[in-house]
């Protein structure tokens, strides 16, 4: 789902990129012939401005705008190349003004008039919580007002919390130490306060990784997690509220009784916005003062601790204060102001300018230690045998970790592969720490069968003797959500072994492979595998029996 952060980032491209003024010239897109909505009546038009609402975006041409909302995988393009459309997508809608071009895939497109628009948006833009209008007090009002209803439907009701999605619901739980199930009226004022606080919080901090590119899931404490991040417990799993979304929490973490939460101790996220409210100090970051300075008159090199200039006697000028510039953004430009949380990969080089009479000067410090080279061909069994004896004594740095050398929680990466490897594997078996992974949004985005990870238990591939990694089918057809074992070299260089994984699985009333699913429902039986007819809803067999494992048989692991 598109949440608020990513909505408001869309609506900033479209601010900083399109010109208001610009008429439009054409419509296009599927939309156009699906529905009998007249969007050829936006022809000849200007295009003034745009403005987000939560997870609602409008584009105002004039008497009439247009509501954009961008679903569960919902995109947009400014511009696209021509030839190089989305794969396996066609664009909604086109609108092509008259020096731009705005493509929206995968999402919901209304016709409404501007005023309609505007009235909404003043009265629901100090509850959006991506806005720089954000008012916790109205807010409060708003959540108090839900007084019998759980909280992990009111944060997820628009009407109350514009912007706020599956994400922020869970992790924001966490950080309140609320358990889901917890009705509004059980709480204090102090907590509804502190709820809304974190709720903000983390928005604040989805919006800064997304529009800086970092990785967000790095703070992810329960979502999509098998354990806690803070107590490591293992993550309950199920479907909560009036739609049945999917719900993360600790239940170590999360107390279901808010009279024995103690605000002061909960735990504070290391993050930007922990650094803000904590008060730290940037004393790791080097200030003006401490540093060599220059005479403006006789340009002398003075110390850090001169008042004046040895030579002349000229007094020290006063240090230049950088002042952080406001973004195109709906958030305050005071919210960062420690550069030692910049959100960015740590740098490989350190250039440091060096001022003198005759001018700057730039060093330059490189970062020589040697490091692990991902192998894109095939090793030898000697070579492997080389690399498992090194991972075994400690010698290389990084743990291998599968997809990336941190913990990618959004794919499922937190299953840290221990750096024991087993002889005949090797580093080259595991993706590129760069390699961007499929991120898998169903219940179970913890399996191995999702994340390719290998297994102990995997069948080797026949060319490579290396072991298989397991994944799920994910196209459309009667073999949707089978498991099956694949080379797990990558795709340039991997054999074209392929086997079942679920050949062992029993067979339903049909006759078919039958699927293992989990247990999403609060209960004893929360987490207990079992197995299913693979037919779609209504087609189903009444078949159902328990996958626990028995003696002499496995489990696929994470299935």
Not at 110 to 135: G, K, N, P, Y
Request: with cysteine; glycine share 6%.
């Amino acid at each position: 789902m598109v949440e608020g952060p990513g909505c408001t980032l869309n609506g900033e491209k479209i601010r900083s990129k399109v010109q208001g003024g610009q008429k439009v010239k054409e419509m296009r897109g599927s939309l156009l012939t699906s529905t009998k909505t007249n969007f050829h009546s936006f022809c000849g038009r200007q295009y003034t401005s745009v403005k987000t609402l939560g997870k609602e975006l409008f584009m105002y041409f004039g008497v009439r705008a247009l509501r954009i909302h961008f679903g569960m995988n919902g995109s947009m393009r400014i511009n696209p190349v021509e030839g190089k459309a989305t794969t396996g997508s066609t664009p909604v809608l086109e609108i092509r003004l008259t020096k731009d071009t705005v493509c929206f895939y995968d999402s919901t497109v209304e016709i409404r008039l501007t005023e309609d628009c505007e009235q909404r948006m003043r009265a629901m833009e100090a509850l959006d919580v991506c806005s720089s209008a954000f008012s916790f007090s109205r807010s409060e009002e708003a959540v108090r007002s839900q007084s019998s209803r759980m909280l992990c439907d009111v944060l997820l009701d628009q009407a109350v919390m514009p912007g706020v999605g599956n994400i922020i619901k869970n992790e924001a739980l966490f950080d309140s130490g609320l358990h889901p199930t917890v009705k509004v009226q059980q709480l204090t004022d102090e907590q509804i306060h502190h709820l809304v606080k974190m709720t903000r919080d983390f928005t604040l901090l989805f919006y800064k990784c997304r529009k800086s590119g970092s990785a967000l899931h790095k703070h992810y404490k329960v979502y999509k997690r098998p354990q806690c991040g803070q107590c490591s417990h293992v993550i309950t799993v199920c479907r909560l509220g009036d739609n049945g979304r999917m719900t993360y929490f600790c239940e170590r973490c999360q107390n279901g009784d808010p009279s024995t939460i103690n605000i002061s101790k909960l735990p504070v996220r290391n993050s930007l916005i922990g650094w803000a409210y904590n008060e730290r100090t940037d004393d790791n970051v080097a200030k003006k003062d401490e540093e060599d300075w220059a005479c403006p008159l006789c340009t002398l090199i003075n110390q850090p601790a001169a008042k004046s200039c040895d030579a002349c006697l000229t007094s020290r000028p006063e240090a230049y204060k950088d002042s952080v510039s406001a973004e195109v953004s709906p958030f305050s430009p005071h919210l960062i102001k420690y550069p030692c949380t910049a959100f960015k990969k740590p740098q490989e080089e350190l250039k440091v300018n060096w001022r003198s009479a005759f001018g700057t000067s730039t060093l330059v410090f490189s970062d020589l230690s040697k490091k692990p080279k991902p192998v894109n061909s095939p090793l030898t069994t000697a070579s492997s045998h080389l690399n498992s004896l090194a991972a075994e004594r400690g010698l290389y740095k990084y743990n291998v970790c599968q997809g990336t050398t941190s913990p990618n929680y959004a794919s499922g990466g937190w299953q840290r592969q221990s750096a024991e490897i087993s002889n005949g594997e090797s580093v080259a078996s595991y993706s590129h720490p760069s390699k961007k992974m499929r991120i898998d949004h169903s219940p179970f985005s913890s399996n191995n069968a999702q994340n390719g990870t290998p297994n102990s238990c995997a069948p080797c591939c026949a060319s490579h003797g290396r072991p298989a990694v397991l994944r799920v089918v994910h196209k459309e057809g009667e073999n949707k959500g089978r498991q099956f074992y694949t080379c797990s070299l990558p795709t340039n260089t991997k054999c074209n072994f392929f086997e079942w994984a679920d050949l062992h699985f029993p067979l339903c009333r049909h006759g078919k492979r039958c699927l293992m699913r989990k247990v999403l429902k609060l209960g004893p039986n929360n987490g207990r595998q079992f197995f299913t007819c693979s037919h779609q809803k209504g087609k189903q067999c009444d078949f159902f029996q328990w996958a626990d494992s028995k003696p002499g048989e496995s489990i696929l692991p994470g299935c």
